[in-house]
């Protein structure tokens, strides 16, 4: 069993705070999406594979990444955001699961963190297996401890 370092806590427990995402749902996504802090594209404090935005401005770096496209695994060249800071991307994760209409019927399942991990399934990410390994992180690694009360 794996324990996320205590800055990555304390940004996960912020966030959800903040905007209302399971602090144990951010640190599955987290461990899931980076490794463990382990991966992420260079340069970019993005340990969430977030996607950079059109027309946003937002700075990026640009990195091969597998994706589940029409039932195929293939590998793509995509631009991920660069964060300043591990607290900008827990924050920013938060805010986009928290406010944005893609993930509007995946919020409805909150505050359960399990049902609101599974919901990501397809939206989030395209590994169809998606919630059950976030699921599994968050039993596996007693990530519940770290939610914060309503």
Do not use: C
Not at 72 to 90: E, G, L, Q, W, Y
Not at 128 to 149: E, F, H, N, T
């Amino acid at each position: 069993m794996a324990r996320p370092p205590e800055d990555v806590i304390a940004a996960a427990r912020d966030s959800h705070r903040k905007f209302g995402i399971p602090a144990s749902v951010s640190l599955a996504q987290w461990a899931l999406e980076s490794g463990w802090g382990a991966h992420m594209p260079p340069g970019s404090l993005n340990p969430f594979g977030m996607k950079g935005r059109v027309g946003k401005g937002d700075p990026t770096v640009t990195v091969p990444t597998r994706e589940v496209i029409g039932g195929r695994s293939v590998v793509i060249n995509a631009p991920f955001r660069k964060f300043a800071s591990i607290t900008d991307a827990f924050d920013a994760h938060a805010e986009l699961l928290g406010t944005a209409k893609v993930y509007a019927p995946a919020r409805t399942a909150l505050p359960d963190p399990d049902a609101f991990a599974s919901a990501l399934t397809g939206v989030y990410a395209t590994d169809p297996k998606y919630g059950i390994l976030l699921r599994s992180i968050m039993r596996g690694s007693k990530l519940y401890q770290y939610d914060v009360a309503a």
